[in-house]
């Protein structure tokens, strides 16, 4: 429970400091800095590691902020978290940074699982009928799970939509054991 009231903090803060209108680019920076702790477990271990000194850290932050042109304000906050050593919940700042974000913009992120493609023309009516149950405007990603035998599930926030066949089984199973 704490570290979540700590990443929402760390995530607001974050906000505050890039700014509203700054926060999608900002965000993809700081996934682009989570991205590389998590593919170098040097640079990992040096954000997190207590062995290595403040300026070790400021340095090699600056580096790599040059090579991948990271905003002064990202690097400043990755800098805060790392001297905090918090820098290993960065992933769920950002998670929480972007769902505040979305909070705030009245949009919301689904994430549909599917077993095959599916059309444009099945996406954009998925999302007006997700839109019409949400009552926001929708950022539909698609994802291809071969784990599915047919059909999609939906995941919307913390609301998960489940019309695979998979589940629809399930429902039966319980339905037949409930007699």
């Not at 429970?1 to 890039?18: H, P, S, T």
């Not at 991205?35 to 340095?59: H, W, Y």
């Not at 609301?159 to 066949?165: E, L, P, Q, V």
Request: net charge positive; hydrophobic share 40%; charged share 30%.
């Amino acid at each position: 429970m704490k570290q979540v009231k700590e990443g929402k903090r760390y995530a607001k803060m974050f906000l505050n400091i890039v700014g509203f209108d700054n926060a999608p680019a900002a965000i993809n920076e700081l996934n682009m800095v989570s991205s590389l702790m998590s593919r170098s477990r040097e640079f990992r271990g040096l954000l997190v590691g207590p062995q290595f000194k403040a300026g070790e850290r400021d340095k090699v932050i600056r580096e790599v902020a040059a090579k991948t042109g990271l905003s002064d304000n990202t690097i400043k906050f990755i800098k805060h978290l790392s001297d905090l050593r918090v820098i290993s919940a960065l992933s769920d700042i950002i998670r929480m940074a972007t769902n505040l974000y979305l909070e705030k913009k009245r949009r919301a992120k689904a994430v549909v699982m599917t077993s095959s493609e599916i059309t444009k023309d099945y996406e954009n009516r998925l999302k007006a009928a997700l839109e019409k149950v949400i009552k926001r405007d929708i950022d539909i990603e698609v994802v291809k799970d071969s784990s599915l035998l047919g059909g999609i599930l939906v995941k919307v926030g913390s609301t998960m939509y489940d019309s695979s066949i998979k589940g629809q089984l399930r429902l039966l199973k319980d339905e037949l054991i409930k007699g």
